[in-house]
C-alpha cells in the first residue's frame, strides 16, 4: 500500500494538528503534524517497560530508514500492522485513530 508520507494529520474538527520544530536558527516554529512524523516516532520511541528484540530493533530501523528516501512509501499489511501497534503504544486516541484510518484506507 502507497501512503503519501507528507500528508497532514487532521483534528477532530478536520484541521491539520500543529507540532512544534526548531528551524536551523535554533528557533521553535509550529507546522502541521504530517504521516512521517508519527510513523518515525512511533517506531523509535521505547513504551515504559517495553524491551525490543533484535529482530523488532532491525525492522523499525529498515522502515524509519525507507520513510527518509521518499515522500511515498509502500508497506506491506505486515508493516502497516506493525505501525499501527506502535502508534497505539506511544500515541493518544486521536492519532491512533487518524492512522487507522489512513492505513485501513489504503
Known amino acids: 500500500m502507497l501512503i503519501d508520507l507528507k500528508a497532514t494529520i487532521l483534528s477532530y474538527k478536520e484541521k491539520p494538528i500543529q507540532t512544534t ?9 509550529e507546522r502541521d503534524l504530517i504521516i512521517k512524523d508519527v510513523f518515525v516516532t512511533a517506531l523509535n520511541t ?3 517497560n517495553e ?3 533484535v ?8 522502515l524509519s530508514t525507507k520513510m527518509y528516501k521518499e515522500d511515498t512509501v509502500d508497506l506491506t499489511v505486515d508493516d502497516a500492522a506493525f505501525i ?3 502508534v497505539g503504544k506511544i500515541y493518544n486516541a486521536l492519532v491512533y485513530g487518524r492512522i487507522c484510518e489512513i ?4
Open 21 to 29: 520544530d526548531t528551524n536551523d536558527q535554533g528557533v521553535p516554529e
Open 84 to 86: 499501527k501497534t506502535r
Open 46 to 48: 521505547i513504551a515504559d
Open 55 to 62: 529482530e523488532i530493533k532491525n525492522k523499525i530501523f529498515q
Open 51 to 53: 524491551v525490543l528484540t
Open 103 to 106: 492505513l485501513d484506507k489504503s
